[in-house]
């Protein structure tokens, strides 16, 4: 079956840290770019992080810059993303998802269930 | 960064009549590469989104040939031919050529009347 499967979030306090992580199965995980995507009411989806099939490349979006970091381990077919310094702005639900360039035969776009982070004192 | 803007944000329908979203780009989509790399993805209640259309108009892989995506360089369109109840959920438009960051729009709403 193919999936991403999260784990980690939680409540957390401002300035605090927190580790997510994305388990993949079913597809050739170290083929595909995994991008981290959150979600609030407020914002809608808002694009985080990626990070290239073998973790060379590595993007990160202007909010997060400097406090989050990205990082794959594709001997356990695992994503992961450590936020620091929290900020309430941080609040969100927070996917792992492929998202390929391509489709068809063979490209798979999978998301995980999404995890719920929320920073507040 | 490309601002994505879709219209409208709510859209009530009626079950078996069809439905568009519009969906507008800050500036052109269109790659070096000469393909344009502008998704569109569901989202249910109560689910993750999963893409349903990639560069502009092809379908992902077991998406019903009533979504449908069509546009060039700055807008854009969904349609759903005829709307199911299953259809019920949030649509939003990302793209994927200006990055990063890749953006999305704001989101759909799409309801049954």
């Known amino acids: 079956q193919v999936r991403l499967v999260q784990s980690g979030g939680g409540v957390v306090q401002p300035g605090r840290s927190l580790r997510l992580s994305c388990g993949a199965s079913g597809f050739p995980f170290s083929s595909y770019a995994l991008h981290w995507v959150r979600q609030t009411p407020g914002r809608g989806l808002e694009w985080v992080s990626i990070i290239s099939s073998d973790g060379s490349n590595i993007y990160y979006s202007e909010f997060v810059k400097g406090r989050f970091t990205i990082s794959r381990d594709n001997s356990k077919n695992t994503v992961y993303l450590q936020m620091n310094s929290l900020r309430t702005e941080d609040t969100a639900v927070y996917y792992c998802?492929?998202?390929?360039?391509?489709?068809?035969?063979?490209?798979?776009?999978?998301w995980g269930q999404g995890t719920m982070v929320i920073v507040s004192s | 960064d490309v601002v994505m803007t879709q219209s409208p944000l709510s859209l009530p329908v009626t079950l078996g009549q069809p439905a568009s979203i519009s969906c507008r780009s800050s500036q052109t989509l269109v790659y070096s590469d000469g393909n344009t790399y502008l998704n569109w993805f569901q989202q249910r209640p109560g689910q993750s989104p999963r893409r349903l259309i990639y560069r502009v108009s092809k379908r992902d892989s077991g998406v019903p040939d009533r979504f449908s995506g069509s546009g060039s360089g700055t807008d854009f369109t969904l349609t759903i031919s005829r709307v199911e109840a299953e259809d019920v959920g949030i649509y939003y438009c990302m793209q994927g050529t200006h990055w990063p960051p890749w953006t999305f729009g704001q989101g759909t709403k799409v309801e049954i009347k």
């Open positions: 998802a492929t998202m390929p360039v391509e489709g068809g035969l063979g490209a798979y776009d999978v």
